[in-house]
């Protein structure tokens, strides 16, 4: 049959290059693409693991599977690199199967070498090659030639000679060269002669017969490189190819085995006609696919090729068919079981000696493994970039470490801030064993734990501490993401920081909210938060405790109220209004009445605030202050027993002072008196004497009302002490120690004090009891006032003229016109206890310093403003 | 002048000084005034003054100290004092050998009885 006979050209039609061995492994013959691979005899072929042929690095890993296989007649597979004539290695995947006689004993070794260089070079990430640099390299071969065909011109190199067997730099002519070429060939080599004179490339084989008459078989290929003016230039180049061409004759001796070759190729081999139908498909490709060469030959209308992939194919052999090139192809092939392989096809037109393709022979490699391995780089690679590049912008954001990690080899590339926090020498070798060197013992447990499940594959999340060589203990928290790199081998991408310094701050917040508590119970104090919107109030358990509510129970202003004492219910309302209308702080004093009528003393102090979400709310402090306040009773009933005492001193040393002054000239007065009876008794009356002693008594009775005018004016002749201050600051300071005894007399007390207010100059302590006197005045006007609020408000402002003001007005008893004038004189009071001398000595303080004090009664209801107002420091004294 | 005693008034104030040599003179007696007990001890008047009325608070030699001063000089007059200070205690003055003491103002009986008294 006619295709028995094409089987041997099958094997050298394989793209691929094949190996025939002794069942001893002794190499037996090679096709023609292995012999134009290497350029080297079958001799020199034996000797390659010795003659650099096999790439040494690859000799010691190769030779005991080889050897295993010739010794178990197993087949075998490796992948080794083979070096090319041109000295280039390449890298090949080697399949080896053993080919049985009927008896089962090996005959031969059937060895078939796929080209995976590409591969390699694409998983070494070194791809380098190109098409032109293969090509170049291929036409600088050592028989190689520059041919000017029209002058008859040629330029041989050396191996050209020698492969001719003509004298290496002998004139060449295209005569001399006719003249060693074999009778039989002369058709053909004239034939592509002619054409390359018409610029045609060229490519064939003939035989020549050197001088010695030695016969060989040569592949000469040339290239047009130059056709200037209708001057074809070829290079080319020319090769021996005698040995294979007798190899090629060996194996044609049977056709029975080279059937059996091509059958045992560990390849799948069909063989196309020229117009695509399936002439012959190989008993691998058969057994592949599970259908015959009938249904194979369907393989454009049928599910043999991978629907996706199915008109690509078509497309690409066509444009083979018709261009004749190389036809190369993945492409997804439908196994017997349903399941689709990538396959790489390889087609090789063959051609008859007028250059008609007549079959296409097909080499299908599977290429399934590389296939998902690229799609699985691709794929993690992007992976790979986008988590570095988000990892390296946390990194610089948040000073963290990234690191990538290979469990299973224990290998870790550590950015330097991980150095950094592990306190490794930068680029030093990191272990697990290394790190765990750190961990503390506490976190060990938790440490492998975390370790273990990466080495099943899973992300972790992981927080441990480690003590430094320095002895530091950090904290280190992380995280690590699998990127599966290669199947089965998880390799991780993470980020770690050094939290020590937030775990310190949490603990520390921890410890502070401890502390809080015990000091709230400690202290008896609570602490709430009053969201004024909604009334939303939460106490501290300190606080349930001190009004006790049942912890946890719900808390209204309502609720609060019952327990308020009833007497200081109104305060509490203001409060609340003073809220609600946005008061930055407030303080109260008010008792509560509990329910086994005891009394407890709460001093608050409410701060104002915005929630998360911009509302107003006030935080508050609340202190259980019924001890200090009883204590504070005490004091006060003693302070006040003290300032009786102080006052009476003070009384008793002015009487004194004011009786001194005041009997001398009453002593004066007395004695002329009686001088002046005696003088009118006697007789005659010295009317002259009792004239001059009557004189003398006026005298002493002026200077007694000198005496009183003196006295007033020592208050004001004191030295005085003027400084610059701040009067809203002085009424600070004056309300501060007057509010507890305000607050104790039910008093509410407001205060409106101006921003901005200028300095005055002034003596601050006098006028600090100006304050004090108009504020006790006030209190006292309201002593017994039952039916309305007992209201004091203290108020400072700028008046136009450069002054300011300072007023304080309340809702007491209110003024009687008609002793509103007198007010002011000394010694007049309304009062049942009290010198009356108050308002006097204020008013000559606020006189010394250049103002004014008056009284109004109170616009709205009753009650009294007292005003003084002093010029600041803009305005030049009188 | 022997049926005149001289008696001396020691006195800061003017009107003391001024209005109770007069008075003196209307009851019988002879009388000087000074301003100060510097001024007292600097006149040639000690060995003749019978009786002396003296302000106890003084700007600068008090009452009791010119009282000392005196008996220190063996001079002993009998002394009268006179003050307008209700507060101070007058009861160790009387111990210290004085005769009176006249709180300002005081009357004439008060003084012509305290003068019969040192003069007796």
């Keep these: ?878 | 002048m022997a049926d005149h005693p001289l008696v001396c008034v020691v006195d800061d104030d003017e009107s003391i000084r001024e209005s109770l040599p007069p008075l003196l003179r209307e009851l019988g007696y002879a009388a000087a005034a000074f301003s100060s007990a510097e001024e007292f001890l600097a006149a040639n008047q000690i060995a003749g003054t019978k009786c002396l009325i003296l302000d106890i608070a003084m700007p600068q030699m008090s009452g009791p100290e010119l009282q000392t001063e005196l008996k220190a000089r063996r001079y002993d007059i009998p002394v009268i004092f006179i003050t307008a200070n209700g507060g101070a205690s007058l009861n160790g003055l009387i111990e210290q050998g004085a005769i009176a003491c006249l709180l300002k103002p005081f009357t004439d009986e008060a003084l012509l009885k305290a003068l019969k008294t040192a003069l007796s």
């Design chain 1, 1 to 878: 049959m006619a295709l028995e006979c094409d089987l041997l050209s099958i094997i050298d039609g394989i793209p691929g290059l094949v190996a025939i061995l002794t069942p001893a492994g002794k190499l037996e013959a090679v096709n023609s693409q292995f012999s134009e691979f290497c350029r080297l005899s079958l001799e020199a072929l034996r000797n390659w693991t010795v003659n650099g042929t096999v790439h040494p690095n690859d000799i010691a890993r190769i030779g005991p599977v080889f050897a295993h296989s010739t010794s178990t007649g197993a087949p075998y597979e490796y992948e080794y690199q083979l070096r090319r004539f041109d000295g280039v290695y390449r890298w090949f995947q080697v399949r080896g199967n053993p080919i049985r006689a009927s008896g089962g004993d090996i005959t031969q070794w059937i060895v078939l070498h796929t080209d995976i260089d590409e591969r390699k070079r694409l998983e070494d990430r070194r791809w380098r090659a190109n098409e032109q640099l293969a090509l170049a390299q291929r036409l600088s071969a050592t028989g190689s030639f520059t041919t000017d065909l029209i002058a008859d011109e040629h330029v041989w190199s050396d191996e050209l000679y020698r492969i001719c067997g003509l004298e290496p730099g002998a004139k060449v002519t295209l005569q001399r060269f006719r003249d060693i070429v074999h009778n039989e060939d002369l058709s053909t080599f004239d034939a592509v002669v002619e054409r390359s004179i018409g610029g045609h490339d060229a490519d064939f084989e003939f035989r020549i017969v050197t001088p010695r008459g030695g016969l060989k078989h040569l592949h000469a290929a040339a290239r047009l490189s130059d056709n200037a003016e209708g001057r074809p230039i070829f290079m080319g180049a020319v090769q021996d190819i005698t040995e294979r061409k007798v190899a090629e004759n060996a194996l044609r001796k049977s056709e029975h085995y080279a059937r059996s070759m091509v059958d045992g190729i560990p390849g799948m081999i069909v063989v196309l006609s020229a117009d695509g139908g399936v002439e012959y498909a190989n008993a691998q490709t058969l057994e592949y696919f599970g259908k015959t060469v009938e249904e194979m030959n369907q393989w454009r209308l049928n599910d043999v090729c991978h629907p996706e992939d199915l008109a690509r194919a078509i497309e690409l052999f066509g444009r083979s068919m018709e261009t004749g090139e190389t036809f190369d192809y993945e492409c997804r092939s439908r196994r017997h079981d349903g399941v689709y392989l990538w396959h790489r096809t390889i087609a090789l037109p063959f051609r008859d000696p007028n250059g008609t393709i007549t079959r296409w022979y097909n080499l299908l490699v599977d290429i399934d493994k590389r296939k998902r391995a690229e799609e699985a780089f691709a794929a993690s690679e992007a992976e790979l970039r986008r988590a570095y590049n988000s990892f390296r912008d946390a990194q610089r954001l948040s000073k963290t470490a990234s690191f990538i990690t290979d469990l299973l080899s224990d290998d870790h590339n550590w950015s330097d801030e991980a150095f950094r926090i592990f306190e490794f020498e930068p680029g030093s070798k990191v272990t697990v064993e290394r790190i765990r060197a750190l961990v503390h013992p506490d976190d060990l447990l938790s440490f492998n734990d975390v370790i273990q499940q990466g080495g099943r594959g899973a992300d972790v999340d992981f927080f441990f501490r480690i003590i430094t060589t320095s002895g530091a203990l950090k904290h280190i928290r992380g995280i690590a993401h699998v990127i599966e790199l290669v199947e089965g081998r998880p390799m991780f991408v993470g980020a770690l920081s050094d939290v020590t310094e937030s775990k310190l701050i949490e603990e520390a917040l921890k410890a502070s909210e401890a502390l809080l508590a015990e000091g709230q119970r400690l202290t008896s104090s609570g602490t709430l938060r009053w969201r004024i919107a909604d009334d939303d109030i939460t106490w501290s358990n300190q606080l349930y405790h001190i009004f006790g509510f049942g912890p946890g129970t719900a808390i209204s202003l309502e609720r609060i109220g019952s327990r308020v004492h009833p007497d200081d219910v109104p305060m509490l309302y203001d409060m609340v209004g003073r809220a609600r209308s946005g008061a930055p702080d407030f303080e109260y004093e008010h008792r509560l009445l509990m329910p086994d009528r005891s009394i407890k003393y709460l001093h608050l102090v409410g701060h104002r605030s915005e929630d998360a979400e911009g509302r107003l709310e006030y935080i508050g402090a609340v202190q259980d202050v019924t001890k200090s306040k009883l204590a504070d009773e005490a004091l006060n009933q003693a302070r006040s027993e003290l300032a009786h005492v102080a006052r009476v001193l003070t009384l008793s040393a002015l009487t004194a002072s004011i009786a001194h002054e005041v009997n001398q000239p009453l002593a004066g007065i007395v004695t002329n008196s009686n001088v002046i009876l005696r003088m009118l008794a006697a007789n005659p009356a010295n009317v002259e004497g009792a004239s001059a002693a009557a004189q003398r008594t006026l005298r002493d009775a002026s200077r007694a009302s000198d005496v009183i005018a003196r006295l007033r004016s020592m208050f004001t002749r004191k030295e005085p002490s003027i400084e610059c201050f701040d009067l809203n600051e002085a009424a600070r300071e004056v309300m501060a120690l007057s509010l507890s005894s305000l607050q104790r007399n039910g008093v509410i007390v407001e205060t409106e004090l101006a921003d901005n207010l200028p300095s005055v100059d002034g003596d601050r302590v006098q006028l600090q009891q100006v304050i004090l006197n108009l504020i006790v005045n006030a209190s006292d006007a309201m002593i017994g006032i039952t039916d309305r609020q007992k209201r004091l408000a203290v108020r400072t402002e700028r008046c136009a003229d450069e002054d300011v003001r300072l007023s304080v007005e309340d809702s007491g008893v209110g003024l009687n016109p008609e002793t509103t004038s007198r007010l002011f004189e000394a010694f007049y009071t309304t009062k049942t206890s009290g010198m009356g001398i108050g308002l006097a000595i204020s008013r000559s303080i606020v006189e010394s310093h250049h103002g004014r004090l008056w009284a109004v009664p109170k616009d709205n209801g009753p009650g009294a403003v007292f005003s003084f107002s002093i010029p600041t420091r803009a305005r030049p004294s009188a």
